[in-house]
């Protein structure tokens, strides 16, 4: 549980980040080439149109403004939260082809995974020695994991994965983390790791930027039955659905026994999301989408929800079926991006030793 004190001092950093944004996006616009983005998430996976809409359609805005991106597909943090197991190996594939089918460019993005880059791990260790125990313990995204998982017994890991993310955010100087409400401990852990690592080491020199959080819209689809879109709920639209899979899912979406359909969140949100989503496809108003479908109910809502979606995702689906047809291709792109990320690491892990006084043989 987060004390008062806590909260307050949670809630006051969000709200500063958000007064940030407005800004920061001038900026981007101003000076894409500022900025080095690194974000991801955790192979838990396939990606719905919920990543979709709040965050994935953002990154291939940002690469195609001329942005750099590094992609991370977190394979070791994804074992916080559950066993190891086979599922790992199917979620990178997945979400490999869900970033190419999405439009990221592997030409100019680079897309690589957690455990196949050891200087990542490497890195951890010295910024391990920089934070204190009660600062990893204060983490309130750390905390309500706890708290979901209903365990008792906390991994080693569970307490130290924000800092081997610093390490993902670091490694590769990324000054910008794109990332929900949820990440923003994160960013101020790395924040911190970055500030202090430059002051033991650099001598104050920014070696190390101290990233900053680009919010994405903060999801607001739900599933096709009113709860929380989620991968062990079975109720989202993957990006990975066929058009008829699509129209079956929606079929059955829940609504409301109100034939007239009118647009009002609060109360009838079954039937909000269905236009919300309609327009975020057809960018046209939910109001409008709401008052053509009148009093023909919530059949004709649903038609027309899957009609916008299916042709809004047509264009994903046609270069998923391309890049599927040739997967030795896909894992190309791994296996370049990897080397990247390789390269990139070992040259900061090396002015990190060297830094500490441990590259004893270039030193002699
Ligand atoms: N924590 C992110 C998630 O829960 C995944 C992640 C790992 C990440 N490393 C990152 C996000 C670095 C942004 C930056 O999905």
Redo the contacts with the bound molecule.
């Keep these: 549980m987060m004390s008062t004190a806590e909260e307050v001092s949670a809630n006051s950093s969000f709200i500063a980040c958000q007064q940030r944004m407005p800004g920061l996006w001038r900026e981007l616009h101003e000076n894409p080439g500022k900025f080095r983005v690194?974000?991801?998430?955790?192979t838990t996976g396939a990606l719905h149109i919920g990543h979709y809409f709040g965050s994935l359609r953002n990154r291939v805005l940002l690469q195609d403004m001329g942005v750099e991106i590094f992609l991370?597909m977190?394979d070791y943090?994804a074992i916080t939260d559950r066993d190891a197991d086979d599922a790992i190996r199917d979620s990178v594939r997945n979400i490999l082809l869900d970033y190419l089918a999405i439009g990221i460019d592997p030409e100019v993005t680079t897309i690589f995974c957690h455990s196949m880059v050891p200087a990542l791990n490497q890195l951890m260790l010295p910024f391990l020695s920089v934070v204190t125990l009660s600062e990893l313990q204060r983490n309130p995204t750390v905390k309500d994991e706890i708290a979901q998982s209903g365990t008792r017994s906390v991994s080693g890991l569970m307490m130290t994965y924000p800092v081997h993310?610093a390490a993902?955010?670091l490694f590769c100087h990324g000054n910008l983390?794109p990332?929900g409400k949820d990440?923003l401990p994160?960013v101020e852990v790395t924040r911190l790791v970055a500030r202090r690592m430059n002051n033991l080491y650099f001598g104050g020199e920014q070696y190390f930027p101290e990233p900053e959080l680009l919010l994405g819209a903060t999801p607001l689809l739900l599933g096709v039955d009113g709860r929380k879109m989620g991968k062990s709920l079975n109720n989202a639209v993957y990006l990975r659905m066929s058009a008829d899979e699509t129209r079956a899912l929606i079929r059955r979406a829940k609504t409301d026994s109100e034939r007239r359909i009118t647009f009002e969140p609060q109360e009838r949100p079954e039937v909000a999301n269905l236009l919300q989503l309609t327009s975020l496809c057809t960018e046209r108003t939910p109001e409008d989408l709401a008052a053509e479908v009148g009093d023909q109910g919530a059949r004709v809502l649903k038609e027309m929800t899957t009609e916008a979606l299916n042709e809004y995702l047509r264009p994903i689906r046609d270069r998923r079926t391309e890049w599927e047809k040739n997967m030795a291709d896909v894992w190309d792109v791994l296996r370049n991006g990897v080397a990247k990320a390789n390269a990139v690491a070992d040259e900061t892990l090396g002015r990190v030793r060297a830094a500490m006084g441990m590259d004893y043989f270039t030193s002699q």
């Design positions: 690194l974000t991801g998430e955790r991370i977190a943090q993310q993902d955010i983390v990332g990440q994160h």
